[in-house]
């Protein structure tokens, strides 16, 4: 393609991105990942606005640059994103398999992405990119949080009698929830702590919290860990 930039271009390249990147982010959504929809077309966004605003800086005012000014433009956009993910990193939390602030992070790197459109004097990309990442960011987390996914808790039970996973099941049948034994040990009183593996699908809102309260009215919980990452 020709390095000379057209709006036909530009936004060819953006919509084609945005796609790609919505099957791949919905596929991850609802598996159940911490880089999500959301996540995965702001990526996908910061990286196509930063070879874009670089294809953009290889030609001023109808003079070609040199081979070395080419390398240099291209090394200027990837350093700039390479030290914007440092700070990136420092605003994912981890928490045992918990992960949050992804989201966040994908947020700081596109937002430097649409910085340096702006900066390099591309300012209708840098409009566009910044459209879109709202676009994302406000009314798509509507979509984000219809989209069904994968979950998994660990849940410890203090019982005296027998306890099967199949006595869960049943408790959470209305979830379709999969329960798998884990571990045993003793507990207070000479009573057991059985651990068992939960695994559903569902959406985002209050899901693992009404489960979780399912749990406690039936029977005597110890623990309850929801691992959103890893599924």
Request: glycine share 12%.
């Amino acid at each position: 393609m020709s390095e000379e930039l057209t709006w036909a271009d530009i936004l060819l390249r953006i919509v084609l991105t945005v796609i790609a990147a919505s099957l791949i982010g919905i596929n991850r959504e609802q598996g159940g990942h911490a880089a999500g929809f959301r996540t995965t077309v702001l990526v996908a966004l910061a990286a196509c606005l930063a070879m874009l605003q670089a294809n953009a800086l290889l030609i001023v005012e109808g003079t070609e640059h040199s081979g070395l000014a080419r390398m240099d433009v291209l090394r200027f956009a990837l350093g700039v994103l390479t030290g914007v993910g440092f700070i990136g990193g420092g605003a994912v939390l981890h928490r045992g398999n918990l992960v949050k602030g992804v989201t966040t992070a994908a947020t700081i790197w596109a937002m430097t992405t649409i910085g340096l459109c702006f900066g390099g004097g591309q300012l209708g990309i840098g409009m566009v990119g910044a459209a879109v990442a709202f676009f994302f960011l406000s009314p798509m987390k509507a979509l984000d949080d219809w989209l069904p996914r994968r979950h998994r808790a660990r849940v410890e039970i203090l019982t005296g009698a027998d306890l099967a996973a199949d006595d869960l099941k049943k408790a959470l049948n209305l979830y379709d929830c999969d329960v798998q034994f884990s571990s045993s040990g003793r507990g207070e009183d000479a009573r057991w702590v059985l651990a068992f593996d939960l695994r559903w699908r569902g959406r985002r809102l209050a899901t693992a919290e009404t489960i979780h309260m399912k749990l406690r009215q039936d029977f005597d919980v110890v623990r309850f860990a929801l691992y959103e990452h890893g599924v």
